[in-house]
């Protein structure tokens, strides 16, 4: 079939069309939505009210301590991800004895539904009958409140997230770190640089790229993080672990308060391309001067 064929349209149209009705139509409702009064429970006519579902979010104290503790998982989880995941994909770069065996081993968190390793987290983590708090007790030390206490909920969760998803990063940047060129190292070698001025000269200048992309990824993810949190903690204690898409479900499927719920997602997305938009201005001269 030559490429200029048209009967390419025949079948390229069709599921391009599916894919844009499925695709739009929902961003359009819920965009409709947003600018309206809608609640299922108890039964009332949806009304137009404009810009008021928006204002009331930001006037909301709630929605404020809720963006800040999910920017404070997402930026924390992602930092750590990304130095654990940078250290290791080093590490395996270096042809380490068993090499293949921890590259499978290191991927198989990854693998896992967040769901399934959520409810295990919050076994181990359990503050009476967990495991690691019965360890700790064999050890002479006081039952610690891993999920009962904001600042050890919060640790909890970030741990998880870091453990479960760190295995993305290293299979990226150990992708990257396989496709530089040797010769490179082998000029630096003859001109007797050390492996740190390696590092900080050649090999993270030129993942730089990948690395912002990586980065970008996660953050974008964890903004929308809700099943680890909601499995761990549900929030608590109170909503000092409650995340924006945790507070979303709370107001559209168990308040049932559709077009609040609406307004509250389009936030979510505005505020997660801001922070995109920003982090890829302040990081655009470095990648010009890298490229």
Do not use: C
């Not at 390419?8 to 069309?17: D, E, M, S, V």
């Not at 994909?89 to 380490?96: G, P």
């Amino acid at each position: 079939m030559m490429r200029q064929d048209p009967a390419k349209h025949y079948f390229i149209w069709p599921a391009l069309l599916v894919v844009l009705v499925v695709t739009i139509f929902p961003l359009v409702y819920s965009l409709t939505t947003s600018f309206m009064s809608l609640r299922l429970v108890p039964p009332l006519p949806s009304r137009f009210i404009g810009f008021d579902n928006y204002t009331s979010l930001l006037a909301n104290p709630r929605f404020w301590h809720v963006a800040g503790t999910t920017s404070l998982i997402a930026f924390t989880a992602v930092a750590l991800q990304y130095v654990i995941g940078f250290a290791v994909a080093l590490a395996l770069n270096s042809r380490v004895p068993g090499e293949g065996v921890f590259r499978v081993g290191f991927l198989i968190p990854m693998l896992v539904a967040p769901v399934a390793v959520a409810l295990i987290a919050r076994q181990v983590l359990n503050p009476t009958m967990g495991p690691l708090n019965e360890f700790m007790t064999l050890l002479g030390f006081p039952n610690l409140p891993f999920l009962t206490q904001t600042a050890w909920a919060l640790g909890a969760i970030i741990a998880v997230e870091v453990w479960q998803w760190t295995p993305f990063v290293i299979l990226m940047l150990l992708a990257g770190l396989q496709t530089l060129p040797n010769d490179v190292y082998e000029a630096a070698e003859l001109e007797n640089a050390t492996p740190w001025q390696q590092f900080w000269g050649i090999t993270f200048p030129m993942l730089l790229p990948i690395s912002v992309a990586v980065v970008f990824i996660r953050l974008i993810e964890s903004y929308k993080i809700i099943d680890t949190v909601f499995v761990m903690t549900g929030g608590g204690p109170g909503i000092s672990t409650e995340t924006l898409t945790l507070f979303a479900y709370q107001e559209g499927f168990k308040k049932f308060n559709l077009g609040y719920t609406s307004a509250l997602s389009f936030l979510l997305l505005i505020f997660i391309t801001i922070i995109g938009l920003v982090y890829l201005a302040i990081l655009r001269p470095y990648l010009e001067k890298h490229k």
